[in-house]
């Protein structure tokens, strides 16, 4: 089993930035894809960004390519999401999700959250105006 615990969210002005950093514990020697996810008030949860195993591959949301960046730090089994430019409509819960991959997927992202074995809590990000 792995445990995600999200940290960083807050609330912030709009134009302005935060970083979302998912610590992983438990069984973390394996290998592990992973992603960011979000919801908002009243809609469904939405995929943001996704990062491979090796962190050589990454693949974002439309809605947020070129203002956020993932990345990972597998030393310290840590996920990270840097998120710039953020505007009203960025307000969620932000969630981090984890998903087992053989060495051979080391290289794959992961988009549906269907396809994704573990969950955090969640980090409540809010942008003001």
């Known amino acids: 089993q792995v445990q995600l615990t999200e940290s960083g969210g807050g609330l912030v002005q709009a134009g302005g930035s935060l970083r979302l950093s998912c610590a992983a514990s438990?069984?973390?020697?394996?290998?592990?894809?992973m992603g960011w996810f979000r919801q908002a008030p009243g809609k469904e949860r939405e995929f943001v960004a996704a990062?491979?195993?090796?962190?050589?591959?990454?693949f974002y949301a439309d809605s947020v390519k070129g203002q956020f960046t993932i990345s990972r730090d597998n030393s310290k089994s840590t996920l990270y999401l840097q998120m710039n430019s953020l505007k009203l409509e960025d307000t969620a819960v932000y969630y981090c999700?984890?998903?087992?991959?053989?060495?051979?997927?080391?290289?794959?992202?992961?988009?549906?959250?269907?396809?994704?074995?573990?969950w955090g809590q969640g980090t409540q990000v809010t942008v003001s105006s």
């Open positions: 999700a984890a998903r087992a991959v053989s060495t051979f997927n080391s290289g794959r992202t992961y988009l549906n959250q269907y396809e994704y074995d573990y």
């Open positions: 438990g069984r973390t020697s394996g290998n592990y894809a």
């Open positions: 990062i491979s195993w090796s962190g050589g591959n990454t």
